[in-house]
């Protein structure tokens, strides 16, 4: 369906980390650890799996994205450039004054569907675009989220998750990046959200659990979020926060850290080893 | 003064609703379980298909209600303005302010006026909430006409609109052929004495006032802002510089709102005596009606009261003994 293998797929997704590492050290701000984590999940949506025309970023039949745990903007535009939606000049402007690429995600970018950067938000708009194409009955638009493991802490998450279910969207799939790690420290020592898939369960939404850096197991279950009828799909993506990056891995201090020359060098060059290898 | 009609806001604006649904397939309305108290309840009946039950979540329908204006809806929010200003705030701002998302967020039962439900469901800062939040239009009839016809203009507005809506019946002020404007504030009694500038239902008491002020001898003109934000600067320097005294008149904190919009318009363009007449910097509480605007300073008797402060403090200056 794709026409694209998982090993282009790995390929791209390693590539998404490495633009990632280089607008974090042109910017000398931005979060690393919540990006890296993320790079298999936007391969496959941007790659394989979401109806989308890069020459047409407004196309009313697009599939939608609401990018809900704002804070992974710089692998979105890595992600959004990589795929044409605009031109690498324009990535290198990344928080920088007047530029489209905010550090959080402004509509003013181009192939951005929705705002975002404070947490909680994005399920919600989510159900709201997911609503909007049932009425218009764009049966073929499907709509994707992706939020953050602590966002589950956010309240408005999980009245979303209610009315998701309510309203019976099985044109939406939410993605979790279960990371384990959020600002103050891992998740589950803050305040925990285990047992998740049960509460997912609970709250009404097909749910799946995945290898989040596995580009076939995503795919799969984006297959099957398609092939579910009458509920929302939640797919709760099992990751390594600062995947890629030996020194980044699992370490709640890349959660937010400046990307330095020293750090940029090393981590390319760990990133470079692993695409040959 | 003839009895005048009496019309409450809310029916209005269900009925406006349902006339507009009418006429546009793109309107939608979202409610968060206060439909039969705000009066959505109407369009609900008429429009099931496009009438979108949140429940009690007024977070996640201010952000559905933008997922939805992004994929071209004009969404209307039903709730109470305390509700839509302070619980919801933050995703006012984030998801419909600073995209420029077409959301109509209407705040019923606002200012002290809440059905005897006391300063919980009050609303009396929304006005500074929302005039300080960038891209919003505020938009506050004085009248059942004004609000049918708020109702048409703020779903043709190209961006989100607070519109700030009441619970009781109030006088009918507007004739049907009013040619009401967005941005644009209309001069209901013409005087050269003082400038009372009012909003919402301060309209009718300060005609009130007006012809209290007449009976004592000052003519008052009466310049109505159905706008809050933008406000009509113009015709405000224009009244100013003709009566050289302003009284402003809202149900609202006197911090912030009409009262605070007008003073930094006339510290800036007019330097000019003036007075507001609003809720002073404090909460209310749960009481009947005349007995909530009484205590807390909102009936005709204030604004002819400030009318009076003003120009008494303007013959103070202008005395002899003042320039000695």
């Not at chain 2, 904190?253 to 318009?265: D, F, K």
Request: glycine share 8%; net charge negative.
């Amino acid at each position: 369906m794709t026409g694209r293998t998982d090993e282009e797929l790995r390929v791209i997704a390693n590539r998404l980390r490495r633009r990632t590492i280089e607008m974090l050290w042109g910017s000398q701000a931005g979060h690393p650890g919540g990006s890296l984590s993320a790079a298999e999940i936007f391969a496959v949506l941007y790659f394989a799996e979401m109806r989308i025309d890069p020459r047409r970023p407004s196309w009313e039949d697009r599939d939608r994205f609401v990018l809900s745990k704002g804070h992974a903007a710089p692998i979105y535009y890595a992600t959004l450039m990589e795929r044409g939606y605009f031109s690498q000049d324009l990535l290198c402007t990344y928080d920088e004054l007047d530029s489209s690429l905010q550090a959080h995600p402004d509509v003013a970018c181009p192939g951005v569907d929705m705002p975002s950067g404070s947490l909680g938000q994005g399920l919600s708009m989510a159900v709201g675009l997911a609503l909007g194409a049932r009425l218009l009955g764009k049966e073929g638009v499907r709509v994707h989220t992706l939020m953050g493991d602590g966002e589950q802490q956010e309240g408005q998450v999980w009245e979303a998750a209610m009315a998701g279910a309510a309203y019976q969207l099985d044109n939406l799939t939410a993605f979790i990046d279960r990371n384990r790690l959020q600002l103050c420290g891992p998740v589950d020592e803050l305040i925990p959200i285990e047992p998740l898939a049960d509460k997912w369960q609970a709250f009404g939404w097909h749910v799946v659990e995945v290898d989040g850096h596995a580009v076939d197991e995503i795919q799969a279950a984006c297959a099957e979020a398609r092939s579910v009828r009458g509920r929302p799909t939640v797919v709760i993506a099992h990751t390594v926060k600062g995947k890629g990056v030996s020194f980044m891995e699992d370490s709640v201090e890349w959660h937010s850290a400046p990307v330095t020359a020293e750090v940029r060098r090393r981590a390319l060059e760990e990133l470079a080893a692993e695409e040959v290898g | 003064m003839t009895v005048a009609e009496m019309m409450a806001a809310r029916d209005a604006f269900g009925q406006a609703l349902v006339d507009l649904g009418a006429v546009n397939e793109r309107v939608v309305v979202l409610d968060a379980d206060l439909a039969t108290s705000t009066k959505a309840s109407l369009f609900a009946a008429a429009y099931p298909g496009r009438f979108l039950e949140v429940g009690i979540a007024e977070q996640n329908m201010m952000s559905i209600a933008a997922g939805l204006a992004a994929m071209g809806f004009i969404p209307f929010t039903s709730t109470f303005a305390c509700f839509a200003s302070k619980r919801a705030t933050d995703q006012i701002r984030v998801g419909i302010a600073q995209p420029r998302l077409g959301v109509k967020i209407t705040g019923a039962y606002s200012g002290l006026l809440a059905g005897k439900t006391g300063k919980t469901h009050q609303s009396v800062q929304d006005l500074a909430i929302f005039r300080s939040m960038p891209h919003l239009t505020v938009v506050v009839p004085g009248d059942a006409i004004e609000v049918r016809k708020a109702v048409f203009a703020t779903a043709e507005h190209d961006g989100p609109v607070y519109l700030r809506l009441t619970r009781d019946p109030s006088p009918v002020i507007f004739a049907d052929d009013y040619d009401f404007r967005i941005g644009r504030a209309v001069t209901v009694r013409e005087g050269g004495d003082v400038t009372v500038v009012t909003t919402g239902l301060m309209l009718p008491r300060a005609l009130e006032a007006a012809d209290q002020l007449l009976f004592e001898g000052v003519k008052a003109h009466v310049l109505h802002m159905p706008t809050v934000k933008p406000l009509d600067a113009e015709a405000l320097v224009a009244s100013a510089e003709r009566t050289g005294l302003v009284v402003t008149a809202e149900e609202h904190s006197i911090l912030g709102g009409l009262g605070g919009a007008v003073a930094e318009v006339l510290a800036e363009h007019r330097p000019t005596l003036m007075k507001r007449v609003g809720i002073a910097d404090r909460y209310a509480e749960s009481a009947p009606n005349d007995s909530l605007l009484e205590k807390y300073g909102l009936t005709a008797a204030h604004i002819v009261q400030a009318c009076w402060s003003v120009i008494d403090a303007a013959q103070v200056l202008e005395s002899p003994a003042a320039h000695a």
